[in-house]
């Protein structure tokens, strides 16, 4: 009976043999294009010509097993190293028999120092594009802090460090503490993993990460990791970078809101000098006492000075002077007074005077009479005696009463100039 083509076809009845899986298994397997990997070197044997190698991750715990063949582990010898770590080129390779999958190496080069550092600085430069390390994003750190969160070494130096030069400064200053690895391959995740937890704890109101001096690899490599820097950037809690190497920073002092040289440096940061601040109050009590003591003198000076003026040594001249001074306004006041009340009589008497001397009523008592002829169903002044015609009604107003008449005889002209004329024209 024949064997299914493909795994599909396979089935209870029509199964594959193991070798014929296997040997399928290796031939999909080796269809894997070659790839560039990098890993730490922890085993390292030349055998036969032929490099034997267990080639693990950086950082979590997976490793392969690795050849080299002799053309290529040639070439290795004296370049890499148990602990070294190495870029390759590899393909995986499935051993049939046995059903043991490793990785053929093809190429192989250790990664330098000067590698690592060219990929920091490219990393630095693509995080800073990002603004990861802007300036308005730092924040403050609190006075005092009511407790300090602290990532350090297992027992290290740098956690005495701050612990003794923080409580040397403050006494009372408390501390949460996450021993972690601070060098190797799980440092950055282990620092990453305590800062959350932190982070999460609204208690701790600033977080320190320290370690103490080391070799450029150790120190700068493990805190220029980039989850670790997107970790520190994300953190809602201020964080201090103490990471005790001058010549190189780790990106971890780009990112971190605040940088302190060393470990011991840190503590000046974390909290202020208790006995620096104690004797500033001090200095700053005596300065106020002074200040206060200096104003009390000057006022109480002021106070005497006013007092021996007349005008607090003898308050009732200045009320006998405007007393006097009230006297005399009110005479002056009371003359003027009377004075304009007679120059108004005066007034009013004259001109009273001339009202009266204008008056119809004047006229009337000089022998003068008002005529009016009737016209109509009215009365009229008569101004001309060639207006009225015998027999007209006339009303005569005199200075007391009035009177009626008829005209009988009438001048238009001035009587005594028509007599005149009468007498001229009879003789």
């Known amino acids: 009976m024949s064997q299914p083509a493909q795994a599909q076809d396979t089935s209870a009845e029509t199964p594959w043999?193991?070798?014929?899986?296997?040997?399928?298994?290796?031939?999909?397997?080796?269809?894997?294009?070659?790839?560039?990997?990098?890993?730490?070197?922890?085993?390292?044997?030349?055998?036969?010509?032929?490099?034997?190698?267990?080639?693990?991750?950086?950082?979590?715990?997976?490793?392969?097993?690795?050849?080299?063949?002799?053309?290529?582990?040639?070439?290795?010898?004296?370049?890499?190293?148990p602990g070294s770590r190495v870029v390759a080129l590899v393909k995986p390779n499935l051993y049939e028999k046995s059903g043991r999958l490793s990785l053929v190496a093809q190429q192989m080069k250790p990664v330098g120092l000067g590698d690592l550092l060219a990929r920091i600085e490219q990393l630095k430069q693509r995080l800073a594009d990002e603004g990861l390390f802007r300036i308005d994003l730092k924040k403050p750190l609190p006075v005092l802090p009511a407790r300090i969160g602290l990532i350090t070494g297992r027992n290290s130096d740098a956690k005495k460090d701050i612990l003794r030069n923080t409580h040397a400064r403050w006494a009372a200053a408390q501390f949460e503490i996450r021993e972690v690895a601070t060098q190797g391959p799980t440092a950055p995740s282990e620092v990453a993993a305590a800062l959350a937890e932190l982070d999460e704890d609204p208690s701790v109101e600033v977080i320190v990460i320290a370690r103490g001096g080391g070799a450029l690899e150790e120190v700068v490599l493990p805190f220029s990791d980039e989850r670790l820097?997107?970790?520190?950037?994300?953190?809602?809690?201020?964080?201090?970078?103490?990471?005790?190497?001058?010549?190189?920073?780790?990106?971890?002092?780009?990112?971190?809101?605040?940088r302190a040289s060393t470990p011991t440096g840190a503590a000046k940061l974390l909290v202020v000098d208790e006995a620096q601040e104690r004797e500033s109050l001090s200095h700053a009590r005596e300065r106020m006492s002074g200040g206060v003591e200096r104003l009390i003198r000057r006022e109480s000076d002021w106070l005497q000075a006013i007092r021996t003026r007349p005008v607090l040594a003898q308050p009732q001249d200045m009320i006998t002077g405007r007393a006097q001074e009230l006297i005399a306004l009110r005479r002056r006041s009371l003359f003027g007074m009377e004075t304009a009340v007679r120059r108004g009589m005066d007034w009013v008497a004259q001109t009273r005077a001339r009202v009266r001397s204008l008056s119809p009523q004047s006229t009337l008592d000089r022998g003068y009479a008002v005529v009016q002829a009737e016209r109509g169903a009215g009365w009229e002044v008569l101004r001309e005696a060639g207006t009225v015609s015998g027999g007209d009604r006339l009303s005569i107003m005199v200075a007391s009463g009035e009177l009626t008449a008829r005209a009988e005889e009438i001048y238009p002209k001035d009587r005594r100039a028509a007599q005149a004329e009468n007498r001229k024209a009879a003789l």
Request: proline share 5%; charged share 20%; glycine share 6%.
């Open 17 to 81: 043999p193991l070798s014929t899986y296997s040997s399928k298994l290796k031939a999909h397997i080796e269809m894997a294009p070659p790839t560039w990997v990098e890993g730490q070197l922890v085993e390292f044997n030349l055998r036969n010509g032929n490099a034997w190698m267990t080639l693990r991750d950086l950082e979590q715990e997976v490793s392969f097993s690795t050849v080299a063949w002799r053309t290529v582990a040639g070439g290795l010898n004296g370049t890499v190293s």
């Open 229 to 258: 820097i997107r970790a520190v950037a994300a953190a809602r809690t201020p964080v201090v970078s103490a990471i005790g190497h001058e010549a190189d920073r780790p990106l971890l002092d780009e990112v971190a809101d605040m």
